[in-house]
């Protein structure tokens, strides 16, 4: 069975300043897609970057961008240039594209900290 | 109004009664999925749906039932709602199965 582990409860990083929360998963599938969820206060959940699992280059949405690790099973967040706006949980989800079934499976959650 | 809808947003119910949650999407996308939310496991999948007509179980299915019978719109029902259904619902769409998810605003229950 799959699974999304992020270690990190908690992380905090200076305005202006570069975090990374990290995520590792367990798969044996060879298709399937990666994503980071951020989940501000008010609860909405919103698509942060998703990575498809067959491409090498990491994804990027302008400060946001991953490090992509296949073999290592690991797909880390960096948020450069930290904005008091991107205070929220965040969650890592692997989605399996394997034909007939559907899984989609979140990690627990990182909750970043900005600090003024 | 564009998107998608959850209704109630918030809900106090009693152990026993039957609650129906409502979900509503206005981009007639093909899937649509229900999450429960909790302290300490993210969200997990209750239900999914391919198409009208089609639904399938998702990881945390017992003690819910899903419908649908119109692509835009994808109720979930407690039929005996107990304590340990208290938890932040969440509704999402997708135009395909390699899309991401399209997240409604959430329904926050509480069984008593």
């Known amino acids: 069975a799959q699974t999304v582990t992020q270690s990190q409860p908690e992380m905090s990083v200076q305005e202006a300043e570069t975090v990374t929360l990290s995520c590792t998963y367990d798969?044996?599938?060879?298709?399937?897609?990666l994503f980071w969820y951020k989940q501000p206060p008010s609860r909405q959940m919103i698509l942060v970057i998703r990575q498809e699992a067959y491409k090498q280059q990491n994804a990027t949405e302008n400060r946001f961008s991953v490090n992509f690790q296949k073999a290592a099973k690991s797909f880390s967040l960096k948020i450069s240039d930290s904005q008091l706006g991107d205070a929220a949980m965040y969650f890592c989800a692997y989605r399996s594209l394997t034909r007939g079934t559907y899984k989609y499976i979140f990690g627990t959650g990182t909750r970043l900290k900005v600090l003024a | 109004d564009a998107g998608i809808t959850q209704s109630p947003r918030y809900k106090i119910t009693e152990t026993g009664r039957q609650v129906t949650l409502m979900c509503h999407q206005t981009w007639s996308h093909s899937y649509m999925f229900w999450y429960r939310q909790d302290l300490g496991h993210g969200l997990r999948l209750i239900y999914y749906?391919?198409?009208?007509?089609?639904?399938d179980k998702g990881e945390v299915p017992d003690g819910y039932v899903v419908s649908r019978s119109k692509t835009e719109n994808f109720p979930l029902t407690l039929e005996s709602a107990t304590r340990s259904q208290t938890s932040v619902y969440f509704c999402?769409?997708?135009?395909?199965?390699?899309?991401?998810?399209?997240f409604g605003p959430g329904t926050r229950l509480l069984v008593l």
């Open positions: 999402a769409s997708s135009e395909s199965s390699r899309g991401h998810d399209f």
């Open positions: 749906s391919a198409a009208a007509d089609i639904t």
């Open positions: 798969t044996s599938e060879s298709d399937y897609y």
